[in-house]
């Protein structure tokens, strides 16, 4: 008996050793899936924009319909997205089909999931295309290259801190909506010191953001790791990505605010 005792404790000990073995790795590929379709998303929104972009603007006088700077011209596809009401559709779309996300996503399929992210990430890239008309590109490259360095940084402070980031979650979301709330406002009011508040506000809770949403990425996984739930850990993957891929879209949108070269 006293035999059995001594060696049930080392067998138990080998067998979690093992479980977590098989966590750490199923962890691994868990976040790797994340980042993988967030980066996916991430390209389908950049060429969404440059292909929009593209066929908005003319240097051939013949082919515009109105002239938006030096030799640079606006197609009547350009004037259509952007000088007509059709502007507002594009820019409050990407939030309606964010809440529609949220909605849907518990009886949609994961392909289906995940298809729907992708036409989000096109619907993001066709909203964003107008900053390739008011920025220049090199300065839109160098934003998104600095906005990836923190983004990296930040992702993997949060997923490497022994720090429970949980506590900030609330206060970051309130920033959120303060955020939606007076930007909708400054749409009316143009006001450039309110721009620039929310712009430097905007920075530091989406750099906050990415930090805890990484976190938060990880710990569920934890949570769920044995329940064998393919399909759960498939959307809660996209879900997670598309957490990661808001925080720096927005974060990119607002150091470009300050980086940003107009032409």
């Keep these: 008996m006293a035999d059995y005792q001594t060696i049930r404790p080392s067998g138990q000990t080998a067998g ?72 507002w559709v594009l820019m409050f779309a990407p939030l309606v089909m964010v809440f529609a996300f949220g909605a849907l996503i518990p009886r949609l399929s994961v392909a289906a999931a995940q298809l729907f992210f992708y036409v989000f990430a096109a619907a993001m890239g066709i909203s964003l295309s107008s900053i390739l008309l008011v920025f220049t590109g090199a300065s839109v490259v160098t934003t998104f290259l600095v906005t990836a360095i923190a983004f990296a940084s930040l992702s993997l402070y949060g997923y490497t801190t022994k720090k429970d980031l949980s506590a900030m979650g609330t206060f970051l979301m309130m920033g959120v909506i303060g955020l939606v709330v007076a930007s909708v406002i400054n749409i009316f009011l143009a006001s450039s010191a309110l721009a620039f508040a929310i712009s430097a506000i905007g920075v530091l809770v989406f750099a906050g953001l990415t930090a805890y949403d990484t976190q938060t990425i990880k710990n569920t996984y934890l949570q769920h790791a044995e329940s064998g739930d393919s399909e759960w850990m498939g959307k809660s993957a996209i879900m997670g990505a598309l957490n990661l891929y808001l925080d720096f879209i927005n974060m990119f949108m607002f150091l470009l605010q300050f980086l940003g070269d107009r032409r």
Excluded: C, E
């Design 16 to 87: 979690v050793g093992a479980r977590s073995a098989d966590i750490d790795a199923g962890l691994r590929a868990h976040m790797n899936k994340v980042y993988g379709l967030m980066s996916v998303a991430m390209l389908i929104t950049a060429l969404a924009a440059w292909a929009v972009a593209g066929l908005a603007v003319t240097d051939v006088p013949s082919q515009a319909v109105a002239q938006i700077g030096d030799h640079t011209y606006l197609t009547s596809f350009g004037s259509a997205i952007y000088m007509s009401p059709l502007k």
